[in-house]
T-cell receptor, first 113, second 116 residues
Framework: DAGITQSPRHKVTETGTPVTLRCHQT?????MYWYRQDPGHGLRLIHY???????DKGEVSDGYSVSRSKTEDFLLTLESATSSQTSVYFC????????????FGSGTRLTVV | AQSVAQPEDQVNVAEGNPLTVKCTYS??????LFWYVQYPNRGLQFLLK??????LVKGSYGFEAEFNKSQTSFHLKKPSALVSDSALYFC??????????????FGIGTKLQVIP
């Protein structure tokens, strides 16, 4: 997906370890979002950012933290990974709070064992 | 509470036939409505949106959607399905609340299978 990359694409980690996922954009968009995708739940918002150092919680933020020190990077940290956090994580960007839709990254598949 | 319902987990359609993927929503105020498509191991891709104006919205890859305010629906349609349309489709609604707070809610997705 042009202009937005996520890393890593796949990760397996052990329960209790911290994990950081990275979202990098080259579009200079103001708004960035982290979602998780799970069967039967669709996409659920974890955290979002509306500018450098401006972040807020979404509907499923427990156990997650974020940071945005530069416009282009939005980091998602699982402070102590649990099996319930096994999921596919997507980053999304938009210029205008989503009036015209989001651009999504290709996702990170995280498995917590 | 804001919500989106996609009542069908899967829709099967023969290639060349018209397809419909259903979406209904619940939101306070005027909705912004979206459809996204997800191919295997990829992120969601924007297909089309309704913000205001004509109730029939045209989008990418020949898809269109009809906004029906009285039925609170935003069904995705295509006149002639292609095998390459097989994917997971998500409906989403965005609303803006007092103070500028905005929320986007996604449906759980509908798998479209186009049969050759």
């Amino acid at each position: 997906d042009a202009g937005i990359t996520q890393s890593p694409r796949h990760k397996v980690t052990e329960t209790g370890t911290p994990v950081t996922l990275r979202c990098h954009q080259t579009e200079n968009h103001r708004y960035m979002y982290w979602y998780r995708q799970d069967p039967g739940h669709g996409l659920r918002l974890i955290h979002y950012s509306y500018g450098v150092k401006d972040t807020d919680k979404g509907e499923v933020s427990d156990g997650y933290s974020v940071s945005r020190s530069k416009t282009e990077d939005f980091l998602l940290t699982l402070e102590s990974a649990t099996s319930s956090q096994t999921s596919v994580y997507f980053c999304a960007i938009t210029t205008d709070r989503g009036n015209y839709g989001y651009t999504f990254g290709s996702g990170t598949r995280l498995t917590v064992v | 509470a804001q919500s989106v319902a996609q009542p069908e987990d899967q829709v099967n359609v023969a290639e060349g036939n018209p397809l419909t993927v259903k979406c209904t929503y619940s939101v306070s105020g005027n909705p912004y409505l979206f459809w996204y498509v997800q191919y295997p191991n990829r992120g969601l891709q924007f297909l089309l949106k309704y913000i205001t104006g004509d109730n029939l919205v045209k989008g990418s890859y020949g898809f269109e959607a009809e906004f029906n305010k009285s039925q609170t629906s935003f069904h995705l349609k295509k006149p002639s399905a292609l095998v390459s349309d097989s994917a997971l489709y998500f409906c989403a609604v965005r609303a803006v609340y007092s103070g500028g707070y905005q929320k986007v809610t996604f449906g759980i997705g509908t798998k479209l299978q186009v049969i050759p």
